[in-house]
Nanobody
Framework: VQLQASGGGLVQPGGSLKLTCIAS????????MGWFRQASGHEREFVAA????????TYSKFAQGRFAISRDNARSTVYLQMNSLEPEDTAVYYC?????????????????WGRGTQVTVSS
């Protein structure tokens, strides 16, 4: 299984980025997908997740209203649209595939992880 995340970069406060994660080696349409992030010196934290069908989503409090997760099962791809970015959003963002089809907010509910993409929000 491989999860390849991309789309990170340097953006000014208030800006937007769209992260992409392409999966291979798994039955993508059968598993939930999630995004987590880890800032320097901090623990990894949950950002957003989407069910296998795409019909159910869940967000962390800091992501609610600013971030949007989506997926394209035909392309084995999950996205994270991030708007109104703040310096506190600076982190490495990881995509992960769930062990089940339903959404989960804990890292232990995900069995495969990508290598991450750096997001830096700074003026």
């Amino acid at each position: 299984v491989q999860l390849q995340a991309s789309g990170g970069g340097l953006v000014q406060p208030g800006g937007s980025l769209k992260l992409t994660c392409i999966a291979s080696g798994l039955t993508f349409s059968s598993v939930s997908m999630g995004w987590f992030r880890q800032a320097s010196g901090h623990e990894r934290e949950f950002v957003a997740a989407i069910s296998s069908s795409g019909l159910s989503e869940t967000y962390s409090k800091f992501a609610q209203g600013r971030f949007a997760i989506s997926r394209d099962n035909a392309r084995s791809t999950v996205y994270l649209q991030m708007n109104s970015l703040e310096p506190e959003d600076t982190a490495v963002y990881y995509c992960a595939s769930g062990a089940k089809g339903v959404v989960g907010v804990d890292a232990y509910e995900y069995n495969y992880w990508g290598r991450g993409t750096q997001v830096t929000v700074s003026s």
